[in-house]
């Protein structure tokens, strides 16, 4: 059956020679592989529809085994993503952690709305570090995850400071600190930024400023929950940390040279 389906490539491999298996993320059928037959060759028609990150619209043969790519169109082409090595290491990971938290052929439009429009963001120029966190927080639902975040975990309350903690699944009061010995010490700012990103409308997004050391906060908090309740280890996000690890080095060594 030919069919017309809207999407983004979220992995390609090469198969044989000439030919690619393309995985797409689509708006109608949910995660999807197909065979694009001689993409690798660069005179392709399929070469540049079927690059990492491409968001497009695909004509596609389907049947019972690995569907065909027929032909494609680009909508957007994520240009600005694929020429930034750090920009392509977000989306790299945006686009794992994606493929890795769901199986073939369960659609999910809220999913895909947030994974394109992460995208998109990211292509625009916005602050990479921060749509990621936002993706990551977004994507706690779709694994699975309720960490407890509009008030304390522990008493409910909604007034007063608070710290994150993995053990009790959520934010903690001032109050009841003292239930959780390892608790994560987070400053207001990165509390208010968690809650925001998990609970807001993405279409909402505007100009947001995220000061380097909250953004610090968030990565560490974030990366703590994923660690202890996704079950998920993603090669993308080592590459990630590597890449900021690497940045930050020649931020610093700019500034001493200064
Ligand atoms: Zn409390």
């Known amino acids: 059956m030919l069919q017309k389906i809207e999407g983004i490539v979220i992995r390609t491999s090469d198969y044989g020679e000439t ?17 694009a037959r001689g993409a690798k060759k660069p005179n392709s028609r399929l070469s540049s529809v079927t690059q990492p990150f491409t968001h497009g619209s695909f004509l596609v043969q389907s049947g019972s085994g690995l569907g065909t790519l027929q032909q494609g169109e680009m909508m957007t082409s994520m240009r600005h993503i694929r020429e930034d090595l750090l920009m392509s290491a977000h989306a790299a990971y945006m686009a794992e952690l994606l493929d890795k938290s769901t199986e073939e052929k369960k659609p999910n439009p809220y999913l895909y709305e947030l994974f394109e429009q992460c995208l998109h963001y990211l292509n625009e120029g916005y ?13 706690l639902q779709v694994i699975g995850l309720h960490p407890e975040l509009s008030g304390c975990a522990h008493c409910g309350s909604r007034e007063g400071r608070f710290a994150f903690s993995i053990r009790e699944n ?3 009061c001032h109050r009841c600190f003292e239930v959780d010995p390892y608790l994560l ?5 990165a509390i208010k930024l968690l809650r925001l990103f998990y609970f807001f409308d993405l279409k909402r997004l505007g100009d947001i400023k995220v000061k380097e050391e909250t953004k610090k906060e968030l990565r560490t908090a974030i990366s703590l929950y994923y660690d202890e309740y996704s079950g998920i280890y993603l090669k993308s996000r080592r590459f990630l940390d590597q890449m900021e690890r690497m940045q930050s080095f020649l931020v610093n060594k700019e500034q001493e040279e200064d």
């Open 170 to 172: 959520g934010f903690l």
């Open 127 to 139: 602050d990479a570090e921060v749509i990621t966190a936002i993706f990551e927080m977004k994507m």
């Open 19 to 35: 030919n690619k298996v393309v995985t797409i993320y689509t708006r109608e059928k949910g995660k999807l592989a197909f065979m």
């Open 185 to 189: 010490p987070l400053s207001q700012a």
